[in-house]
């Protein structure tokens, strides 16, 4: 049976209705998910935590390469099936909830096809823990923001963030149909590996995460107006201070689109100071 009549079955088995709102969209090609496996080169001593396991397709090939996986499914009715689809595997560990919120233990690696609505929040999750490798399905509006070049249209916060964490590496472009229901975007196999050393010192992940999410909220202003109400909301000074402060910088006048992730962490640093 393919992967596509399996998932028909069991949603018709187990009266499961796909819930978009939850970006539940299943991968029902299995070339896919076993490329997957290969990309995140697992040795047998790797414990790899997948996000969203689903039906478990992914989690039981990931099962064979490795220690254990660790499949994390917030859909009631789907750890239900989990449980029953993978029983016969000693070495994979159901842990039901929200990824972002349940407590996770530890793993190495990565290997994932996440909802979609929870990409971003993932990605800053995972960039506070110590990993080996990633490999994830995204859509490919969503990584064109991870790897965008400096003042284009897709060009963010997240790019910023990621840059400072991880090397990405797209893969595999997998077309909407590869889903089922299928998307209305195609998307993309991408690996992130975290950076042996980071491009620029910052002396505060915390603020400059927030800084950067913050700025590109005025993404078109000029660096100089958009950083005061990050400042004002974090440093007891005046306005007038603020602004003679912020004037120092070589770049005060450029729109926060045109700075480069470098000149995010200068920011900071010269903030915190």
Same mark, same amino acid.
């Given at each position: 049976m393919c992967l596509l009549e399996e998932t028909k079955f069991l949603l018709r088995k187990y009266g499961v209705f796909p819930r978009r709102l939850l970006g539940q969209n299943f991968m029902v090609d299995s070339a896919i998910l076993e490329r997957m496996v290969d990309y995140a080169l697992l040795v047998q001593s790797d414990v790899v935590l997948d996000v969203g396991a689903g039906f478990g397709f992914l989690t039981r090939l990931l099962a064979g390469k490795c220690k254990s996986v660790l499949a994390v499914e917030s859909d009631k009715k789907l750890v239900k099936i989990l449980h029953e689809q993978l029983r016969d595997l000693s070495?994979? @560990?159901?842990? $039901?909830?929200?990824?972002?919120?349940?407590?996770?233990?530890?793993?190495? @690696?990565?290997?994932?096809?996440?909802?979609?609505?929870?990409? /971003?929040? *993932?990605?800053l999750w995972l960039f506070r823990q110590r990993f080996d490798c990633a490999v994830f399905v995204f859509q490919k509006e969503f990584v064109n923001r991870l790897v965008a070049s400096v003042g284009s249209e897709c060009y963010g916060w997240l790019t910023v963030v990621a840059y400072y964490y991880v090397d990405v590496e797209l893969l595999d472009v997998v077309p909407r149909w590869m889903f089922y229901p299928q998307p209305k975007v195609d998307s993309v196999v991408v690996r992130l590996r975290p950076k042996k050393f980071v491009p620029f010192a910052i002396k505060d992940e915390v603020l400059f995460r927030r800084l950067v999410q913050l700025l590109f909220s005025r993404r078109?202003? @000029?660096?100089?107006?958009?950083?005061?109400?990050?400042?004002?909301?974090? *440093? /007891?000074?005046?306005?007038?201070?603020?602004? @003679?402060?912020? /004037?120092?910088?070589?770049?005060?006048?450029?729109?926060?689109?045109? *700075?480069?992730? $470098?000149?995010?962490?200068?920011? *900071?640093?010269?903030?915190? $100071?």
């Amino acid at each position: 049976m393919c992967l596509l009549e399996e998932t028909k079955f069991l949603l018709r088995k187990y009266g499961v209705f796909p819930r978009r709102l939850l970006g539940q969209n299943f991968m029902v090609d299995s070339a896919i998910l076993e490329r997957m496996v290969d990309y995140a080169l697992l040795v047998q001593s790797d414990v790899v935590l997948d996000v969203g396991a689903g039906f478990g397709f992914l989690t039981r090939l990931l099962a064979g390469k490795c220690k254990s996986v660790l499949a994390v499914e917030s859909d009631k009715k789907l750890v239900k099936i989990l449980h029953e689809q993978l029983r016969d595997l000693s070495n994979v @560990k159901i842990i $039901e909830g929200n990824a972002l919120e349940v407590p996770i233990p530890h793993f190495s @690696k990565v290997v994932s096809i996440p909802p979609y609505n929870i990409s /971003s929040s *993932l990605l800053l999750w995972l960039f506070r823990q110590r990993f080996d490798c990633a490999v994830f399905v995204f859509q490919k509006e969503f990584v064109n923001r991870l790897v965008a070049s400096v003042g284009s249209e897709c060009y963010g916060w997240l790019t910023v963030v990621a840059y400072y964490y991880v090397d990405v590496e797209l893969l595999d472009v997998v077309p909407r149909w590869m889903f089922y229901p299928q998307p209305k975007v195609d998307s993309v196999v991408v690996r992130l590996r975290p950076k042996k050393f980071v491009p620029f010192a910052i002396k505060d992940e915390v603020l400059f995460r927030r800084l950067v999410q913050l700025l590109f909220s005025r993404r078109n202003r @000029k660096m100089r107006n958009a950083v005061v109400p990050f400042i004002l909301d974090r *440093l /007891s000074f005046n306005r007038g201070r603020i602004l @003679k402060m912020v /004037s120092a910088f070589p770049y005060c006048d450029k729109r926060v689109r045109e *700075l480069a992730p $470098e000149d995010f962490g200068a920011l *900071l640093n010269g903030l915190v $100071e």
